[in-house]
């Protein structure tokens, strides 16, 4: 008799945005003729950069030709995108990697899920709260997380961040061997200094634990000295995996690639303690056996992010987002709205008036304003009491909901 993985029925199987799509639908019934906008997207809305268009059309040429097609690539990824990341991500920070610590992937959602098959399935895990729900999901899939209850599991450290702590998470008063964090941040859109992040970093060489950073949102960042990569931090090379996407960098959420860093000297312990292994070495190993390569148009265009053209033109666009950004904040400001983020990521976590709870106001602002956002309770346990807007739409939707916004709040 073959028999299932009884972790899966642990996990909670209500889904946090077909819940919203169930009450948006249930909305437009009832209000035929009143248009919605969503600013709870979390996908981007422009489209590719010409640079890129430009160099995936070459690839699929060369595809059309037996003297350039290619096949099955490198799993690592082509030598071409590895070096240009070397280049530009890393070297102008001063941080010198190998090639052989850099894998391509299809994104970072697969390998921030799957890269926890390297590490035992009985490590504990500390995660900040709230969060890009991956992280539990992949972790509970394998039993590491526990049991689950209220919402709450019993193996996992949360780690609050509120307004209370200014969204720096305290560090646990306890040993976790496996950290989750990710800067900027989804949900909050909000960031750690150098020094707050060095913290972690200590934390980690002390403990001996394992930091998986989350860099989804690194382009987003325009405030000098905040850090964009976790190896800017002495002694993160020998403690930290590191995940990077060109989803909302470049807009490749429907292209899929990004890459993940593990330096050779982050190790971690066999079971008696007698062997300390690379797992730059099992990665390797595992995606050799479970992944074979993301395809050569998809590196292509990523490649073509890291040309002087390429670049101007993604950074063209991350501006327009944080342009909305801009006006989404001081609109909300002067409504009198507590809000965080959305300085140097894409997105705003907006405290709720009179600590409403988050799907009662997701609720009144829906049927109030015809405007979506997400509650924040969604994201975990420490998320009630805001909801997150995102800064992904199109400009003229972001104006329409900002003046819907004020004639609800002050009609
Ligand atoms: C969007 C996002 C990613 C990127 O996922 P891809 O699989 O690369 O599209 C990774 N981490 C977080 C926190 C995200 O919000």
Known sequence: MALVNEHFLKLSD??????????????????????????????????????VIEAMHKAVDEMASKASFRGYGPERGYDFLREAILKNDFLPRGIHLDMSEIFVNDGAKS??????????????VGITDPVYPVYIDSNAMIGRAGTCKDGVWSNITYMPATAENDFCPAIPNHRVDMIY??????????????????????????????????????????????????YEIRGAKKCAIEFHSY???????????????????????TLNGDQRIALNQLWDRR???????????????????????????????????????????????????????????????????????SWKFFENMLYGAGVVCTPGVGFGPS????VRLTSFGNREDVIEAMRRLSAWMCG
């Open 14 to 51: 209500s889904y946090l945005f077909a819940d919203i799509a169930k009450k948006v639908n249930a909305y437009k019934v009832s209000h035929p003729h009143q248009s919605v906008i969503s600013l709870g997207i979390g996908d981007v809305t422009q489209p590719l950069a010409p640079a």
């Open 111 to 124: 390998d921030t899920g799957n890269i926890g098959d390297i590490v035992r399935w009985d490590n504990s």
């Open 181 to 230: 964090l990710c800067y900027p941040n989804n949900p909050t859109g909000t960031v750690l200094t150098k020094e707050q992040l060095k913290k972690w970093v200590d934390y980690a060489l002390k403990n001996d634990a394992i930091i998986f950073y989350d860099a989804a949102y690194e382009a987003y960042i325009q405030e000098p000295d905040i850090p964009h990569s976790i």
């Open 247 to 269: 989803s909302k960098t470049a807009g490749f959420t429907g292209v899929r690639c990004g890459y993940t860093v593990i330096p050779k000297d982050v190790k971690a312990s």
């Open 287 to 357: 995606q050799s056996t479970k992944f074979n390569g993301t395809s050569y148009i998809s590196q292509r265009a990523a490649e073509a992010i890291y040309t002087p053209e390429g670049k101007r033109q993604i950074q063209e666009t991350i501006g327009y987002y944080m342009e909305n950004a801009r006006i989404m904040r001081d609109h909300l400001t002067k409504l009198g709205i507590k809000v965080y983020g959305g300085v140097n990521a894409p997105y705003l976590w907006v405290k709720t008036p009179d600590n409403t709870p």
């Open 383 to 386: 998320g009630e009491g805001y």
